[in-house]
C-alpha cells in the first residue's frame, strides 16, 4: 500500500533503469527517482501544454473570454459597513469609473459562524463581539431590494458570493446573472452542488487552495459556463505571494476562462496580470481607504480604479496580434537609418 500523499505507479524496467541512471549521474542534483519525475513533468509542462482558448461565457449582456474586451468587477463585499447609503455610493463609483459590474457577500451569519466565534471578544464600532460586528456588516432583503433597484437604475450588473446553501436561495429571488465562489467557499461540497444546480454561471475565486481542491471543485462544476479566477487570499497581498504566473498555469491547464482577483496595495499587479492573459479583473473598490473595514487597506480608491479601466482598455493594442512584423510606420525610418551593407 503506498504511504499518504502518494500512488502507485508501474513503469517499465527500461525507464526506471533511465530515471535511476539519471539521479545516479546528476551529482546529487537529483536527490531520487521521485525529484526527478516531478522534474521531468513539470519540464513537460512548461514545454509542451498549449494556452488553452475557449469558448466565452455569457454573464448577464457580457461575454467574458480571452478574445473578449476585459471583464471589471468592483467588489464591494463588505465595504460598506452596514450602511446602504454608502453601498450606493461604491455602486456610483464603480459606475462612474467605468467598471462593469458590483459584488456584494451574503451570508446566514449563524450558519457560516459557529456560536463560539460569533460570542468571541472583538472590538467593533458595532459592539464588543465578533458577532455584533458580522450581523451588522450583513444586508437582509430589504437592502438588497434596493441594491436592485439602484443597479438597475444606474444601468450595471451586480452579483453575490453566497457563503452558504441558504444564501443561494435568498439571492434567486433577484434573479442574479452569476454566482461567484468565494476561495473560503472552494471546498464547500454542498454550496458547489446548490450552485451547479441554479444553472447560472460561476465565477470561481481560487486563493488558498491547491490544484487539487481545485480539481475537485471542478468535478462538480464543469468547466462550461465557469470562469476561473486566480487569487491569493491575504489582505493585503505580499508582493512575492501574488505569484501571477499561475495565470499562465491555468490558461494551460483549465478549458474555460482564467481572470485574477487580487487583494494587494496598489494597481501594477493587476496590470501585469492583465498582460499575462487574465481576461477579468476583481478589485475591491472603497471610497477611502482611511475607512473603518478589514478589507479597506487592499482596496482600490477612484484614481486606480480609473488607471485600470484605462489600461485594460488599450491592452490589446499594447500586445498586439504576436506575429513580428515590419509596420508602415517603419518603413520611412528604414530608408533613413538603413546602410548599403545590409544583409
Same mark, same amino acid.
Given at each position: ?190 454550496? *458547489? =452542488?446548490? %450552485? #451547479?444546480?441554479?444553472? /447560472? ?5 481560487? &486563493?488558498? $487552495?491547491?490544484? +487539487? ?30 505569484? *501571477? =504566473?499561475? %495565470? #499562465?498555469?491555468?490558461? /494551460? ?5 482564467? &481572470?485574477? $482577483?487580487?487583494? +494587494? ?79
Amino acid at each position: 500500500m503506498p504511504k499518504q500523499g502518494y500512488m502507485s505507479l508501474t513503469i517499465p524496467e527500461e525507464l526506471n533503469e533511465k530515471i535511476s541512471s539519471y539521479v545516479n549521474e546528476s551529482s546529487g542534483l537529483i536527490l531520487n527517482k521521485t525529484q526527478a519525475v516531478i522534474q521531468a513533468w513539470n519540464f513537460y509542462e512548461k514545454i509542451f501544454l498549449d494556452i488553452k482558448n475557449p469558448e466565452p461565457v455569457k454573464i448577464g449582456n457580457r461575454l467574458i473570454g480571452h478574445k473578449q474586451p476585459v471583464f471589471l468587477i468592483a467588489e464591494i463585499g463588505i465595504n460598506h459597513n452596514g450602511d446602504i447609503n454608502i453601498a450606493k455610493k461604491l455602486i456610483d463609483l464603480a459606475v462612474n469609473c467605468g467598471w462593469h459590474a458590483v459584488k456584494f457577500q451574503k451570508r446566514n451569519v449563524d450558519v457560516v459562524y459557529s456560536k463560539e466565534d460569533l460570542e468571541r471578544a472583538r472590538e467593533s464600532p458595532f459592539g464588543t463581539t465578533n458577532g455584533d460586528l458580522k450581523r451588522a456588516l450583513e444586508f437582509g432583503e430589504r437592502e438588497y431590494k434596493e441594491i436592485d433597484e439602484y443597479c438597475k437604475e444606474k444601468g450595471i450588473m451586480w452579483f453575490a458570493s453566497p457563503w452558504d446553501v441558504g444564501s443561494v436561495d435568498f439571492l434567486e429571488k433577484f434573479d442574479v446573472p452569476c454566482y461567484k465562489i468565494a476561495s473560503a467557499t472552494l471546498t464547500n461540497k454542498s454550496l *458547489l =452542488n446548490k %450552485i #451547479k444546480e441554479t444553472g /447560472k454561471p460561476v465565477i470561481l475565486s481560487t &486563493g488558498m $487552495s491547491s490544484m +487539487e481542491e481545485i480539481k475537485k471543485a471542478l468535478s462538480i462544476l464543469g468547466e462550461e459556463n465557469l470562469v476561473i479566477l486566480h487569487c491569493t487570499s491575504t489582505y493585503p497581498t505580499k508582493l512575492e505571494e501574488l505569484n *501571477l =504566473n499561475v %495565470i #499562465k498555469t491555468f490558461r /494551460k491547464y483549465f478549458n474555460c476562462p482564467i &481572470g485574477y $482577483s487580487g487583494h +494587494e496595495t496598489g494597481i501594477m499587479p493587476s496590470v501585469v496580470a492583465l498582460a499575462l492573459g487574465a481576461c477579468v479583473v476583481e478589485r475591491h473598490i472603497t471610497l477611502d481607504r482611511s475607512m473603518y473595514g478589514s478589507d479597506q487597506a487592499a482596496s482600490l480608491e477612484k484614481k486606480g480604479m480609473e488607471y485600470i479601466t484605462r489600461e485594460a482598455e488599450f491592452l490589446s493594442l499594447y500586445l498586439g496580434d504576436g506575429n513580428k512584423k515590419i509596420f508602415e510606420s517603419e518603413k520611412p525610418i528604414i530608408k533613413k537609418l538603413r546602410r548599403v551593407d545590409n544583409l
